[in-house]
């Protein structure tokens, strides 16, 4: 009768999450030098780990080969080696959590990274976050499977894997916790944000000593940001990154609906993605590759607007069509430099200060995640620790709840799970009480019948002040439909719950949500009111 379900296991997994966060930080500064060596191989023909963006490149014309020859890479890969590295890497997550027990096979930690550097590294443009997301996930997984778990405790430490590849990656402990709540634990308990928490606070820690300590984008200084009228604007920019949200979803699975109905086989289709990705290149050379400098751009509020113009043009179209063929790749980075840049242009267009525009691309750019992963809070939190921003607090999260709420009433499911929908798998993302956590088994118990009273102790019971959660938990588990009911005061039978006493026990909650009462109206005293 306790408010949380823990034990000790809950040390024993947090001393494991210290590991895995230490793995996880590992393969994410991999990943990252993967990239960077990827795209020193592809488009400067060398061999360099320094960080170089594929716009610079000396190849001219012969850009639009790139990224074909690494679309094929990828399809070889997935063709032979495994098809689960296609696509977002959230998502499979999601179905490894749900689906297949937390296992996640061991090819995916070597496949997940290295089709990710060949797909980002020829210029797809896409984040490393979602790969690297599946791959600390991975790691976890496996460090499970060598263990003696459950579950339970196994999707605990996949998801701490992923949470930790995120915290390392942008240097976002925190959104890193919300995100693993909001979108892979599909609960929120301390037997599993203990060492969710523990990983991403490691994989924090150590990126300090390798990938520096953030914030990842530097903010200008800011303008006053509690005035009515920005509050007001933040509200009517959320929702329109909420539209813009949807139609980049729908555009995206439009694309890849497109490549379903091809005649060929899916292998193929990566490196015909590659083509959108060279020909959008060769127009707009700063749309190839992570991005992360044009965000950086963005959120200094200098940006041109024929950067904003390319990117809300032409990366966007270049993404969409590109993942729509199934190659290898996030959707984190340029779903923020496309909320950015429809931030940027709003501030354009109010003729607004380089200071304003910085806070408005900083707007656009935590709605557009809010919408389009259907996170909120991870939203705020993510956009405040990659800038170190704390006075957007207020407009930013009056912005990415309008963001949140215009995509939860039009669009069925967010861009990760669609995916699954697609699959043939459907999850609900609500998360509450259960309803028999509220109802006393006391309140629902039918009498024993005559002569039963004085019933010896049986083997199996439950007590009549238990919640019903608990004693159907033990029915399902004994494999019985009905269960005699004992006095904790006296030990003795005081009634038998059955599975339909359980389902008027979850009629309550029905009638909670659908019944509407008006519970006080005035009547005025000349009338029989009272005072």
Same mark, same amino acid.
């Given at each position: 009768m306790s408010d949380?379900?823990?034990?000790?296991?809950?040390?024993?997994?947090?001393?494991?999450a210290v590991l895995i966060g230490v793995c996880a930080t590992f393969l994410a500064v991999l990943l990252l030098r993967l990239i960077a060596l990827s795209t020193n191989l592809f488009y400067y023909h060398r061999l360099s780990f320094a960080s170089v963006s594929p716009a610079g490149s000396p190849l001219g014309h012969w850009m639009v080969v790139v990224p074909v020859v690494g679309g094929l890479i990828v399809g070889l890969m997935a063709r032979f080696g495994s098809d689960k590295i296609r696509g977002h890497g959230i998502p499979e997550a999601i179905e490894a959590i749900l689906l297949h027990r937390a296992r996640v096979d061991p090819k995916i930690a070597v496949l997940k990274p290295v089709s990710a550097a060949v797909a980002i590294g020829s210029g797809g443009p896409f984040g490393a976050e979602g790969p690297i997301i599946m791959t600390g996930g991975a790691a976890g997984s496996l460090i499970g499977q060598w263990m003696h778990v459950t579950d339970s405790e196994r999707t605990t430490l996949l998801v701490a894997g992923a949470a930790a590849g995120m915290s390392a990656t942008f240097a976002t402990p925190v959104a890193a916790i919300l995100l693993a709540v909001e &979108?892979?634990?599909?609960?929120?308990?301390?037997?599993?944000?203990v060492p969710v928490a523990v990983a991403s606070a490691t994989a924090a820690l150590l990126r300090v000593y390798w990938l520096g300590a953030g914030p990842l984008f530097q903010m200008p200084a800011l303008p006053d940001l509690t005035r009515v009228s920005f509050v007001i604007g933040a509200l009517f920019l959320g929702a329109l990154l909420g539209l813009v949200s949807a139609g980049m979803s729908r555009l995206m699975y439009w694309f890849e609906d497109r490549f379903d109905h091809l005649p060929i086989h899916w292998m193929w289709w990566p490196a015909l993605g590659g083509i959108g990705i060279g020909v959008g290149g060769l127009f707009f050379p700063r749309?190839?590759?992570v991005g992360y400098e044009n965000i950086a751009e963005l959120l200094r509020g200098n940006a041109p607007l024929g950067l904003i113009v390319g990117i809300l043009i032409a990366k966007s179209l270049m993404w969409a069509f590109s993942l729509g063929s199934g190659t290898s790749?996030?959707? &984190?980075a340029p779903l923020l430099m496309i909320g950015g840049a429809v931030g940027a242009l709003a501030g354009h267009l109010a003729h607004a200060s380089a200071d304003a525009q910085a806070v408005w691309a900083l707007i656009g750019m935590g709605s557009m995640l809010a919408g389009a992963l259907g996170v909120p809070l991870t939203a705020i939190l993510f956009s405040l620790e990659v800038t170190h921003c704390l006075p957007a607090l207020l407009p930013l999260a009056v912005a990415c709840v309008a963001s949140y709420i215009v995509t939860a009433m039009i669009m069925p499911r967010s861009i990760l799970t669609e995916k699954l929908s697609r699959r043939g798998y459907h999850l609900t993302r609500e998360y509450g009480v259960d309803p028999l956590e509220l109802v006393l088994v006391k309140e629902v118990m039918s009498p024993l019948a005559l002569g039963e009273e004085n019933l010896t102790l049986p083997k199996i019971y439950t007590y009549a002040d238990s919640t019903t959660r608990s004693a159907a938990e033990l029915m399902a588990t004994e494999g019985v439909e009905r269960?005699?009911?004992?006095?904790?005061a006296n030990g003795q039978a005081c009634g038998e719950l059955s599975l339909h006493d359980l389902l008027r026990g979850r009629g309550r909650s029905v009638v909670r949500e659908s019944e509407r009462l008006r519970l006080y109206s005035y009547v005025p005293p000349e009338l029989g009111g009272h005072n």
């Open positions: 949380f379900s823990v034990d000790r296991r809950v040390w024993v997994l947090s001393g494991v &979108l892979l634990l599909f609960e929120w308990r301390p037997r599993s944000l749309g190839l590759g790749g996030g959707v &984190l269960i005699p009911v004992i006095d904790r």
